[in-house]
């Protein structure tokens, strides 16, 4: 099983460009989540998702856009790109099942993303 | 709403123990969950407590007080591979959290020989 991964790695793009993040799992996961982390503050909640169909904000939700059109596919766009996205986007997918012990989230590699 | 604290950066000798603490207030607690991050890698899952008292998972041990709002990572018998950032998060309680967590800044531990 692959987990969790995260198309592209790495990206650089200039202000008011767009672009969309790619997230796959194949742990058949029904919750799925994007943060962003900078320096000295941690991993903000972007959006979520707690299954096919179904999107939600997060806690910094502003300039961001996802869609989950397949269970195993979670995508993050920004519509016009701001210096202030600059950051690494973490993708990451929990299971629902009660009988789970832990629940614990499992997060993809990051994407870099870098807006000049 | 949450708010989780820990402390920035920490550092140690191989070999030796180190005890990372986290404070958080929440409205609701449904578990706390401590991960690890090595510099430019995604966090991995180390333990969970949802109940008050020690879990311990080899060299690594978490424990939990609920009323005090407070949390420790303890690793021992510290190894250079154990550099990396710690992060401590909180799960909310509740049928609208949906799992969702609540992470800390992070403790950077740097081991040193």
């Not at chain 1, 793009?13 to 994007?34: F, I, P, V």
């Not at chain 2, 950032?85 to 799992?99: E, H, K, N, P």
Request: glycine share 10%; hydrophobic share 35%.
């Amino acid at each position: 099983n692959a987990g969790v991964t995260q198309t592209p790695k790495f990206r650089v793009l200039k202000t008011g460009q767009s672009m969309t993040l790619l997230c796959a799992q194949d742990m058949n996961h029904e919750y799925m989540y994007w943060y962003r982390q900078d320096p000295g503050m941690g991993l903000r909640l972007i959006h979520y998702s707690v299954g096919e169909g179904t999107t939600a904000k997060g806690e910094v939700p502003d300039g961001y856009n996802v869609s989950r059109l397949k269970k195993q596919n979670f995508l993050l766009g920004l519509e016009s790109a701001a210096p202030s996205q600059t950051s690494v986007y973490f993708c990451a997918s929990a299971s629902d099942e009660a009988g789970t012990l832990y629940n614990e989230q499992f997060f993809g590699p990051g994407t870099r993303l870098t807006v000049l | 709403g949450q708010n989780i604290d820990q402390p920035t950066e920490m550092t140690a000798t191989e070999g030796a123990i180190v005890q990372i603490n986290c404070t958080y207030q929440t409205s609701g607690f449904n578990g706390l969950f401590w991960y690890q991050q090595h510099a430019g890698e995604a966090p991995t899952f180390l333990s969970y407590n949802v109940l008050d008292g020690l879990e311990e998972k080899g060299r690594f041990s978490s424990f939990l007080s609920r009323s005090k709002g407070y949390s420790y990572l303890l690793l021992k018998e510290l190894q250079m591979k154990d550099s990396a950032s710690y992060l401590c998060a909180v799960r909310a309680l509740g049928t609208d959290s949906w799992g969702k967590l609540q992470f800390g800044a992070g403790t950077q531990v740097v081991v040193t020989p």
